[in-house]
């Protein structure tokens, strides 16, 4: 047997195209121009990639983009001052403080001092708790935008075993939150598991968010189970460098009924859905009615 791709390029492609719609509306009917401020503090050259990424897609889709770029050694008072302006500018609808900060910044303080209703990454606690508790939030994007595949998909998650290998706080323990929303049976594997491969062989739905290059192998996955690989992982290949994701594809795809490769599965999503929670919170910040389909 070999496995559905599911593609989300193209599933990302969809849901930019709604949001724009959205967006047209929010500026045609009530003159309401969705804004996302990005913040990022250093030069790591992946996250500058994902900022200007971010930036472009953004303008894309019609909305106004604000981009802070803040020296390495921005203070932990500046970049709160900075937030603090942004929590209070009413042009401005999402802010986003890209993470990995310089390790003299406190995330979870940094990411905790963003309005809750401006924060498009769904980070802050608050979110958290709402998530957690199955009331309105802002919820992470790449779990999301996972969800919106699956749900694709498969139509109704419920009943079934969800399987989440990793539990961090971006994607794993969001994800396991999400699959269990939707009445899955969820388990939440990681390093310490005792026997993986066994865990992982119960799953009709594998999410992978470990960051360890094909670590999971085709025979640990059950015969027409989904797989969502979320790793993007970077490994030799000759002289060159290549992306892989935390399943190994080509074993994988072997068994499984359906799974996203990498690159071109969730990762196009991932910015797809700040845009879908960007258009969301404009909606909620001016009391209208919010997009179908773009949030859970
Ligand atoms: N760094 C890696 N992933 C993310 C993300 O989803 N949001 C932010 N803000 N930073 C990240």
Not at 64 to 87: C, G, P, V
């Amino acid at each position: 047997m070999t496995a559905t791709i599911l593609d989300g390029k193209a599933f990302a492609a969809g849901v930019r195209a709604k949001v724009a719609d959205h967006v047209a509306r929010l500026r045609d009917s009530f003159g309401v121009m969705p804004g996302l401020a990005v913040v990022l503090v250093g030069e790591d050259p992946a996250s500058q990639v994902y900022v200007r990424s971010k930036g472009k897609q953004t303008v894309e889709v019609g909305m106004a983009s604000f981009e802070h770029r803040l020296d390495a050694a921005t203070s932990e008072a500046e970049l709160l001052a900075l937030i603090s302006q942004l929590n209070e500018d009413p042009k401005i609808h999402g802010i986003l403080v890209q993470l990995p900060l310089p390790s003299h910044l406190d995330s979870d303080l940094v990411i905790n001092s963003i309005n809750p209703a401006k924060d498009v990454d769904g980070f802050h606690i608050s979110n958290v708790g709402l998530l957690g508790t199955g009331q309105k939030s802002m919820v992470p994007c790449t779990p999301l935008g996972c969800l919106m595949m699956l749900r694709a998909h498969h139509g109704r998650l419920s009943g079934l075993d969800a399987v989440v290998v990793g539990r961090s706080n971006i994607v794993g323990k969001p994800m396991a939150q999400l699959l269990l929303g939707d009445s899955c049976t969820v388990t939440i594997a990681h390093s310490r598991t005792r026997d993986l491969a066994e865990t992982c062989r119960r799953a009709d739905i594998l999410v992978a968010a470990v960051g360890r290059a094909e670590m999971i192998p085709g025979d640990w996955i059950k015969p027409g189970a989904t797989v969502i690989d979320v790793g993007i992982n970077r490994i030799a290949a000759g002289d060159k460098t290549r992306l892989v994701g935390d399943v190994h594809f080509d074993s994988a795809a072997q068994v499984a009924g359906a799974i996203t490769p990498v690159p071109g599965g969730v990762g196009p999503m991932t910015i797809a859905c700040l845009l879908a929670n960007t258009v969301t919170a404009a909606c909620r910040a001016h009391g209208l009615e919010e997009p179908e389909g773009l949030t859970v």
